[in-house]
């Protein structure tokens, strides 16, 4: 059974840095795309990032772009996504999610099939 534990949320002002975390407890980690998705109250799941099964290839929503990086660790079968710059709207609950020989480009939550409890995200104006 897959388990994806986030962590490194936090409160932080604006302008300041998280980096999460997402530890998954998956034979052949390195078959399995990861992605990241947020939800802020009242918003639907939102696609932050995504990362391919083989690593070469990642893909970011465009209110990221160029402040968040995700990147991954087989070895310890952990993704990360560092979020620099952060803003206020970028609060949010923010889950990991896996599929297996899944792409970068799949932004639809349905597209995914396992999901961690998520991981606080506060930014303070």
């Known amino acids: 059974q897959v388990q994806l534990v986030e962590s490194g949320g936090g409160l932080v002002q604006a302008g300041g840095s998280l980096r999460l975390s997402c530890e998954a407890s998956?034979?052949?980690?390195?078959?399995?795309?990861v992605g990241w998705f947020r939800q802020a109250p009242g918003n639907e799941r939102e696609f932050v990032a995504g990362?391919?099964?083989?690593?070469?290839?990642?893909n970011y929503v465009d209110s990221v772009k160029g402040r968040f990086a995700i990147s991954r660790d087989n070895a310890k079968n952990t993704v990360y996504l560092q979020m620099n710059s952060l803003k206020p709207e970028d609060t949010g609950v923010y889950y990991c999610?896996?599929?297996?020989?899944?792409?970068?480009?799949?932004?639809?939550?349905?597209?995914?099939?396992?999901w961690g409890l998520g991981t606080q995200v506060t930014v303070s104006s």
């Open positions: 999610t896996t599929k297996q020989w899944g792409l970068e480009l799949e932004t639809k939550s349905t597209e995914w099939h396992n």
């Open positions: 998956i034979r052949m980690f390195h078959t399995y795309a």
């Open positions: 990362i391919r099964w083989s690593g070469g290839f990642t």
